[in-house]
Each structure stands twice: as C-alpha cells, then as structure tokens.
C-alpha cells in the first residue's frame, strides 16, 4: 500500500469533476481509500492539487465534463494512474500520458450492451415518434385531435454502422433481430462479418436509410458526419449517435434537419454537452438524450465495482484489471 | 361486379367511422369503388345505411372507434362482407356476423413487424427512460441539473410475451438479439419453441421482469392482467401493451404506477381509447402512445392496397386475400 500524504494509512485517490459512481464509492468504499476532492476545498484546482504533489499516485476522472491537461498533470508529479469511468478517452491527452509513464484503467466494455440498447431505442423512436406520442397523449391533445401522425417503418430497414467495434457489432445484432439489412464502415473490413462493408462513410450513407455512429472520438473521426455524408443519407435519412458528439458537424446537423433535409435524428451525445441547440427542442422528429447510455442502475454498480478492482490492483502492485491497452502498447 | 344502386357502376362500399387509409382509399380508387360515408350526410346513421338496405353488399370499418352492432347490420340485410382495417376483432360480433354469414377481410399479418418494433421501443423507452430524456433535455434543464435518473438494463432481463402468436413471435426474435431471457404465457405449450412456458399467466409474471402483452382481447382475456399478476410481476416490474388496452385491469394499473408498486408501464392501447387516465400523464416512468403500433408510412400503403385487393376479389367473386379464417371455420 502507498503512504497517504495527507490521508492517514489509506491510499490517496484524487478526484476530479463530478463521477456518477463517486457517491456509492464514499458510501462503500471510504475504509479503503481517501478521496480528495477539490470540489471540497476553497483552494483554486491548481493549488489543491500540488498540495498533494508528493503523495497523489491514482486520480479518478469521469469520462465528461473536465479535461485532463497538462496544467493539471504538471502539479502532479507522483502520478502513475488514471482511473476514468468511460470508454471514451477524447477527453484524456494519451501521447501525454503515455510520455509522463501514467496507466489508464478504463470502463472496458463494461458500457457495450447498454449503449447498444440504447441507440435501438432512439432509432425505434425516431422512426416510430415514441417520445412525440408518449408526449402527445400526456398533452391530453389525443382525445380532441385523434390522429398523429404516421411513423416510419424499421423493419427491412438498410443500416449503416459507422463503426464495428464492440458497441457496433452489439448494434449490428440486434438490429438482425428487427429484419434490417446491416453494412458498416470501419478502418478496415472485418473478415468474419457477414454485413456489407463500405471503405468511406461517405458510400455507407448513400447506400442507408440510417447511420448508427458507434465510433469513437479521435482526430480522424471529427466532423467525419459531414455536409457531404449528410447529402448522401438524403432527406429522409435518420441519424443516430451513441458515440461522441463532435464526430458530426452539428452545426450542419442542426440546419439541415430544421430546413428537413434530413428525416430525423436520435442523439445521445453532443458537441458541447451539456449545452444542446435549442433549435432542436420543437422537432418532433429528434429525439435528444442526456448522455445516459451508460448510465442504468446495474452498470453503475459494476462500475463501482470496476473502479475499486482496479485501485486496489494498482496500490497492490497487480495487473489492473481494465488497462487501456492500446495506449500501452 | 354488383350493381351499384346509388353510385351507377361502380360498386359501393359503405365506410363506417375513420379507417386510416380512406384518403388514400378515395384519392386512388374513387373511379373502382363508390365510398359512401355517413359522417357525410345530414341523415342519422342508422336512416342513412337504411337508404343502402337493398344495394350495400360491402362495409368498410377501422379497428376502432366503432362497434359493428346488430343494430348496424339491421339496416344492410344485403351485406356479405365486412372489411376491417385491424388484427384485432373485438369490435365486431363475430357469432352474428357468423349467423347471418357475412364474410370478414381484415387486415391480417400485414402488421406484425410494426408491432413488435413497437413492443421493443416501448420497453427500451420505459427502462432506459427515453421519452423522460428527450423531456429533459428539450426543457432546457440539463445544462443546470446536470444529472438525469439512472435508468434500467434491458441486456439479460427476463421477458415474460404474454401470447406467443405471430406478433409475440416477433417480440421474442428481437429480444433474443438484446440477451434477454424469453419466457411466455399462451393457451398451449408451442412444441418447437425454445422458451420457458407457464401455463398460467400468473406464474409468468412471478418469473419475470417485464411483461409484454402480444395477445387479442377475447372475454377469456379481458382483465387478465389484474391485480394478482401485477403483485407476481413485483414493484420494479414493467408491463408494455401493444395488444388490447382491456386486457389489463388499467383502475388496477394506475393505482400501481402512482403508488410505486409498479415499475413502469409502456402503453399503446387503452381500455377507453383516446381517453386515457390522467394520472399517468407526470409519471416518467410511464410511455404513453396513441394506439399508433400500426401506423406506419409503409404499413398505410400496404393496407391501402390490401384493403382493395379484398374489395375487387369479393366483388369478383374470387377468394378473399385475407379472409378472416377462425370465423369461418
């Protein structure tokens, strides 16, 4: 076990911003490590964290919301691991990391059946206006007006995953179930997938009714949803994003679905989470989220869980149990 | 083709109430058949049919809205076939129907899929709090709340179909590819089916996490889901109904959700259509939608078509495309 600074016997975990699992990590977890939180200090960020320049060896992170900067990692000079609660490491600096020898342990796929469930629902409610009717019949306007409007069929349905990682082969799975016919874009072909393989985006949207973006954020995927790849989907075509935000102009996004050059949008994520255009509020075709495909009851347990496994390996000197292993290697 | 005795040669069909598709129905066939509507006439119902008493061999009638009453067919003693736009057939008597041997088209399969997406939306929409969501974020209320309710797994949760026909058949195929674990209730073991079978309703509902009801409303299961079955299916259960509203005691159901001794609900039908019970309008745990499972683009088409198909087989004499079978056997 690590000295704790400032903490007593129990190894020090620097928290920063605001983890969802951070309450259940104090209420169960509080004998085992000491979690600093600048959010409890009147010290400026800065200042609290070099008071803990010597002793801090593990800081914990969500995956929203704060990125880790230099500025931060340079008053943290012990630091040998970030633990982050998501999949995604955009918001991480890995050649950084990577140069100052600090390990990341990562949600793994802890997220992937969850996210997948969710971008089916937001493409079932896109297509069907399950929110637009749930809100309809809450308005009372049902017994008064009595039609809504028609939806749109899923079934037979051409699918593009943009994307066929774990999130977007989980996708591409269930999506078999409902009679959709699948391809996919990715870096490169799968050999054992049966589904349609498309090399550009670009393609996959000109052939599809609806894109499904499963991918992760990274400097080739940003902006990858493109006027361009928009045009090809057509203005009937739906997109859904369970991945990052800014992997779609959404500026472009936003205008073409207002002017409806585009048939809809279900999105989990945005560009500038949590701030959202507000001109999508009145659409009844867009389905908006707040980032929560990971967020049900029982992964927030596991990922408790996953997050003390790979504390507790790390201040043993053991394997950590969900490195980021592309970064290390 | 029968001689029209108000419309000259073309042959008549009396429509009953609103279907759906009598715009399409009037605006591509109005020179093959002659729709007579009483919303059109200045007469009362029954006086108007009474003016097609001799002529009328052909009604066309929405799956709800009216009943087909013995009173109705008083007035047509030349009817000989009902069209109805719907699966379900509760709005028609069918023993009289039987004992005056008028024949029945209905709308058959043709909505199977549309369904059972909507099952599946429903019940991802109500654990992952999808409808709950969109309201969050389009009332501006992320940016200053920040967190949003944790929602519920759907991946391995034990699903319990609630009549295993053709559209719980499909209900079952989709949640295969979510890793759930399928379960189902129907008059008699399916023998090539690999899902665990309860006789009993209510032992379904003890075994399981959600109950989607696929099933017609017959007298046998009017108010089968009743209080019982809801105590079984516990307080974190969900109920979805896309198939009758009366086949869920909703007094019962409404007491539950607002008592929390349900977990959710996701409904597309009701017991009293459009009227649905108010109290379920502020609960974010309940999806409400407006009998829409059906109502897609696609499936409008092809029930426009199927609706015609049936109109120019009887009025030639030919077998009906989608004769309803259990009535004439």
């Not at 007593?8 to 975990?13: A, N, Q, R, W």
């Not at 102009?249 to 945005?270: K, P, S």
């Not at 255009?277 to 989220?289: A, G, R």
Request: charged share 20%; glycine share 10%; proline share 5%.
């Amino acid at each position: 076990m690590a000295s704790g600074g400032h903490s007593g016997e129990l190894p020090e975990v620097l928290v920063l911003g605001f983890p969802w699992v951070l309450p259940s990590l104090e209420s169960q977890f509080s004998n085992r490590f000491h979690f600093l939180k600048p959010s409890n200090s009147d010290l400026p960020l800065l200042q609290f964290l070099s008071s803990f320049a010597q002793s801090a060896r593990a800081l914990l992170i969500p995956g929203g919301g704060i990125q880790l900067t230099s500025a931060i990692l340079d008053c943290l000079p012990a630091l040998k691991l970030v633990v982050t609660t998501s999949t995604g490491l955009d918001h991480l600096d890995l050649p950084e990391l990577r140069r100052r020898e600090i390990d990341i342990a990562y949600a793994g796929n802890l997220f992937t059946q969850d996210v997948a469930d969710l971008a089916v629902g937001l493409l079932i409610d896109v297509l069907m206006k399950v929110s637009a009717g749930d809100r309809f019949v809450k308005q009372g306007i049902w017994p008064s007006k009595r039609k809504f409007s028609l939806g749109l069929k899923l079934s037979g349905k051409q699918i593009g995953i943009v994307g066929l990682g774990k999130i977007g082969t989980e996708v591409a799975k269930r999506l078999e179930g409902f009679g959709c016919r699948i391809s996919y874009n990715s870096r490169t072909k799968k050999p054992l997938v049966p589904y349609s393989y498309y090399s550009n985006v670009h393609e996959l949207a000109a052939n599809c009714e609806a894109l499904i973006i499963c991918c992760g954020l990274t400097a080739e995927t940003r902006h990858m949803i493109d006027r361009d790849v928009m045009v090809a989907l057509g203005k009937d075509g739906v997109i859904v994003n369970v991945g990052r935000g800014a992997i779609v102009d959404e500026t472009e996004l936003v205008r073409r679905l207002i002017q409806g050059e585009l048939g809809g949008a279900g999105l989990d994520v945005f560009e500038n989470e949590p701030e959202v255009p507000e001109e999508l509020f009145n659409l009844d075709n867009v389905v908006l989220s707040p980032h929560v495909a990971v967020l049900t009851t029982e992964s927030m347990v596991g990922l408790t869980q996953l997050v003390v496994e790979n504390l507790e390996a790390f201040f043993s000197n053991k394997p950590l149990v969900t490195p980021f292993e592309d970064y290390s290697s």
